[in-house]
């Protein structure tokens, strides 16, 4: 009947229409959700680039006095990028100053006597021997002639026994026997001063040995003083934050007149050089990747493409984090890979912007 396949003709047509149009719609919304599948053939991953930070954190708990870095500001390493209150450390090191100068003044002083002392001490040993030595002399000397005196007077007197001389020729023998005895007791008395003296040169040559221990002693006193200045310099130069190393600041964490506890972090700093995409491969596409391969990176509001080196791959499977798109739902398991891009033009890529990766045969 004519009518009737007219009529299934113009409903097969219009399924097949339906049907055309629900698959194109699915075909679309597919692209749409999965960008991925419109780009060429390959491997392509999703992810975002990120950085290594690195945290600018207090030492020493104190008051933000001053900031001389912000948001956005490229730092150098060892840059000042903060001060803390240093009124309390810079008493303390003008004090750890003054304290180490004076033991400073102390151990010259005691050097410069210990030095003077190994000059001379020894020159008066030797004079006080060469005294004994002339001492010891004159008292041998005064004691022969004490001797001959006598031995002068005896012969005299047995002579004026005999009435041989005059009595007055006997008076004066024994007159001179008297001044040979009185020179000869002032010479052992002289001696006996000498010995004395040069035993007293010789003590004092010990006391040598004793101000050497003196100076020792102040000398380390004055190490432990110069100690101390350094240690309080080192805790107030701690008082300024410095960047650990040059890159860019991403956060300041901190404000003036805030207190801060030690470990406080003030800026988180990242090196725009020094970036890596942050991607997951699918198990199944583990095989096919390697370190050291290459990668071209593209993201979204950016002309233009960098390349990228492999450099981690991660030795443990985890699941697909939900922030990042995959071709595949059904992967569940996938790994942890970065790419270190190989430059960073002007720095126009920065941390947190996601990007998609086309790994290179």
């Known amino acids: 009947m004519p009518g009737i396949e007219s009529k299934v ?32 053939e390959g491997i392509w ?14 030492r020493q708990p104190g008051q933000v006095v001053r900031l001389r870095a912000h948001e956005g500001d490229a730092v150098a390493a060892g840059q000042v990028l903060a001060e803390l209150d240093d009124t309390t450390l810079r008493a303390k090191v003008t004090q ?23 000059r001379t001490l020894p020159l008066k040993v030797q ?14 000397a005064a004691t022969a002639q004490a001797r001959q005196a ?23 023998a024994r007159l001179a026997l008297e001044t040979a005895r009185a020179q000869e007791k002032t010479a052992q008395a002289a001696m006996t001063q000498a010995e004395k003296a040069l035993a007293e040169a010789r003590v004092a040559l010990d006391e040598i040995h004793t101000r050497e221990a003196e100076v020792e002693a102040l000398h380390a006193q004055t190490l432990r003083a110069h100690a101390a200045l350094e240690e309080a310099m080192a805790l107030l130069d701690q008082l300024k934050i410095r960047a650990p190393q040059a890159g860019v600041v991403v956060r300041r964490l901190a404000h003036v007149g805030e207190m801060l506890a030690p470990g406080a972090v003030l800026f988180d700093i990242v ?9 997951y491969v699918p198990e199944a596409d583990l095989g096919r990747i390697h370190l050291g391969q290459k990668g071209t990176l593209h993201v979204d509001g950016l002309a233009g493409t960098v390349r990228a080196t492999l450099r981690y791959v991660s030795s443990e499977a985890e699941f697909t984090p939900k922030e990042i798109q995959t071709r595949d739902e059904r992967v569940k398991q996938v790994f942890a890979v970065k790419f270190y891009l190989d430059e960073n033009p002007d720095h126009r890529y920065k941390p947190g912007m996601p990007a998609d990766l086309k790994l290179l045969p």
Not at 10 to 36: F, G, R, Y
Not at 108 to 113: C, L, N, S, V
């Open 271 to 279: 090196d725009l050089d020094r970036l890596y995409f942050q991607g």
């Open 150 to 172: 006598e031995r002068d007077w005896r012969r005299l007197k047995v002579l004026f026994d005999k009435g041989q001389i005059s009595r007055e020729q006997l008076e004066q």
């Open 9 to 40: 003709l113009i409903v097969t047509e219009s399924i097949w229409k339906i049907w055309l149009v629900v698959m194109l719609t699915a075909l679309v919304s597919a692209c749409q959700l999965n960008p991925d599948s419109a780009r060429d």
């Open 45 to 58: 991953l999703n992810g975002r680039i990120e950085g290594d930070h690195v945290l600018a954190a207090t």
């Open 96 to 118: 750890a100053a003054a304290a180490w100068h004076a033991a400073q003044k102390q151990y010259e002083a005691a050097r410069t006597g210990l030095e003077m002392l190994r």
């Open 127 to 140: 004079t006080a021997e060469a005294g004994l030595r002339h001492a010891r002399a004159a008292a041998q």
